[in-house]
């Protein structure tokens, strides 16, 4: 009789340990190492792009392979490795109107390092011409400082333009500005400035001692446009156009394979607004399509490329490897972005248009039919999400293999519940 008393008590035990990890499994999550991982890519981002008609010049602002890479945004370690100048001195003037008072002068030295106009505008890198071209300093806030070498072309109706004579004229540092002693002067180049952790500024000298120059100090210069702005949408994200230059100015990627290596914008930061659930169709400008979710393009560290490195350049330059301008043409199309993804052997090229695909989710009814259980009405939308969902298990955030294990586990889980519960009853009964 002991032999029956200790053989039931440890049936009692195990099935006691069996139910504990029975619903433990019923309970933990599963698939979590299935889960999309953060992107392993790093982000850099860029200070200024360097665009506009005059900068890729041929065509008549039309994008081509051989000026293409004409348009560029630059980071601020890109500009440091450019021709610079260290400690420059410019001398400043303005005049300061106030109502019922003379017109006052204010002028004072300002110190200034940074990389040259002259180098960051050159041919070596752009289109541009500067004896001839338009150039504008255009801030985050607008505020533009706009270099005409006709002012009679200007047009002075946008008040938030500051209008001066052609950024190629010598202009000059006066060290005795004050005392309005002109024969002491150094000539100066204009420099877009930095500080650390400042935006880029641009100083420049005067073109002689009574030149007001001070309102041409822009701060907070994102972008440099020579000729015309470029507004051409290269690109709809969800219905949004944007240029090639907006594009270029977001923060941006380095992605390398045994193949090529790219540098764009990954597309965990370009869909960032998405879950990872979402749907996204791309489509290319000659007619293909390929549809992927965003969690299947943040795991496979997917990249929308812009330039990609070869040691080919595509202009005269002092550099033996750099960064050239993405551009497939076919039969009268372009495409300026290509898809780069460990999802796929080769890019998807010619990309103008990410899509986000929308669940039909059905027209809403005072009587809403029965709830259809099958795989094929089954619906992913959010108004679904308000429906019974007593009799469904919770699929949300799940992989395709969680529910069939978690219901296992709950039909194990119940077995040793009844088993448990009969041995019991039996052991009172005895």
Request: net charge negative; glycine share 6%; proline share 3%.
């Amino acid at each position: 009789m002991q032999i029956k008393k200790s053989f039931r008590k440890t049936i009692l035990r195990c099935l006691m340990v069996f139910l504990a990890v029975a619903v433990t499994v019923t309970m933990t999550p599963v698939g979590m190492d299935e889960a999309y991982a953060e992107t392993t890519l790093t982000t850099e981002k860029p200070e200024i792009l360097v665009s506009g008609t005059a900068v890729i010049g041929f065509n008549g602002g039309v994008y081509t392979k051989e000026n293409v890479s004409c348009e560029k945004a630059y980071t601020r370690e890109e500009l440091e490795k450019m021709d610079t100048l260290e400690s420059v001195q410019y001398s400043r003037l303005k005049t300061v109107e106030l109502e019922g008072s003379p017109v006052k002068y204010e002028n004072d030295i300002v110190v200034g390092s940074g990389v040259k106009i002259s180098s960051l505008l050159s041919s070596q890198r752009t289109c541009l011409n500067l004896q001839n071209d338009i150039v504008k300093f255009v801030s985050s806030d607008g505020r533009t400082v706009a270099f005409f070498p006709n002012l009679n072309d200007a047009d002075d109706s946008d008040a938030d333009m500051i209008i001066a004579t052609g950024l190629s004229a010598q202009r000059y540092y006066y060290p005795k500005l004050s005392a309005g002693i002109a024969e002491e002067r150094t000539e100066v180049e204009a420099i877009l400035a930095w500080n650390v952790k400042k935006p880029l500024q641009l100083m420049i000298g005067q073109l002689e001692i009574n030149d007001q120059n001070s309102p041409l100090f822009n701060k907070s210069i994102n972008k440099i446009i020579g000729g015309e702005e470029l507004t051409k949408a290269e690109l709809t994200v969800d219905g949004k156009g944007y240029t090639r230059g907006d594009i270029l100015l977001m923060e941006r990627t380095i992605r390398s394979d045994e193949k090529d290596t790219v540098r764009g914008v990954s597309l965990n930061e370009l869909l960032k607004d998405y879950d990872d659930s979402t749907k996204v169709k791309f489509k290319t400008a000659d007619g293909k399509e390929q549809e992927i979710t965003k969690g299947e393009l943040v795991k496979g560290n997917s990249v929308l490329a812009y330039e990609i490195k070869t040691e080919v350049a595509a202009r005269a330059t002092t550099n033996s490897v750099m960064y050239v301008g993405i551009y497939d043409p076919k039969d009268n199309n372009y495409g300026l972005f290509r898809l780069y993804s460990d999802n796929q052997n080769e890019p998807l090229k010619m990309v103008n248009a990410i899509e986000i695909v929308k669940e039909d989710s059905g027209a809403a009814t005072d009587n809403p039919p029965a709830v259809d259980n099958t795989e094929e009405n089954a619906s992913d939308d959010n108004n679904d999400n308000n429906a019974d969902t007593e009799d469904k298990p919770d699929t949300s955030a799940k992989t395709g293999d969680e529910m069939p294990i978690g219901l296992l586990a709950g039909v194990l889980a119940a077995a040793a519940a009844g088993i448990f519960g009969t041995l019991c009853i039996r052991r009172k009964t005895n």
